[in-house]
């Protein structure tokens, strides 16, 4: 199992910007790529992007593609979520996550191990 921990989050004014960390301990071998998901009040947890650990091919939601960046260091077991140009719909709770799969990254299904969440507040 990965052990997952969040960090960074907090309240920004619309058009700021954010970089959450995730840094991942325990079996981190096992693991292919790590993914970051959000979810806000009252609604489905979502797929916000993804990073294959080896090689480093991004994917991104469309909602955020241009305004994220997912990158990771190896050596530190820690991936990142550069958020810029935020806005209120980007107001969530954002949990990271590792899969052990090299494919299938949008589908919450296909990771194994999640973190405990960091609230992002983007105020108008």
């Known amino acids: 199992q990965v052990q997952l921990v969040e960090s960074g989050g907090g309240l920004v004014q619309a058009g700021g910007s954010l970089r959450l960390s995730c840094a991942a301990s325990g079996r981190t071998v096992s693991s292919a790529a790590m993914g970051w998901f959000r979810q806000a009040p009252g609604k489905e947890r979502e797929f916000v992007a993804a990073i294959r650990l080896i090689g480093g091919s991004t994917y991104y939601a469309d909602s955020v593609k241009g305004r994220f960046t997912i990158s990771r260091d190896n050596a530190k077991n820690t991936v990142y979520l550069q958020m810029n140009s935020l806005k209120p719909e980007d107001t969530a709770d954002y949990y990271c996550?590792?899969?052990?799969?090299?494919?299938?990254?949008?589908?919450?299904?296909?990771?194994?191990?999640w973190g405990q969440g960091t609230q992002v507040t983007v105020s108008s």
């Open positions: 996550a590792a899969s052990p799969h090299n494919y299938g990254f949008l589908y919450a299904s296909r990771y194994d191990s």
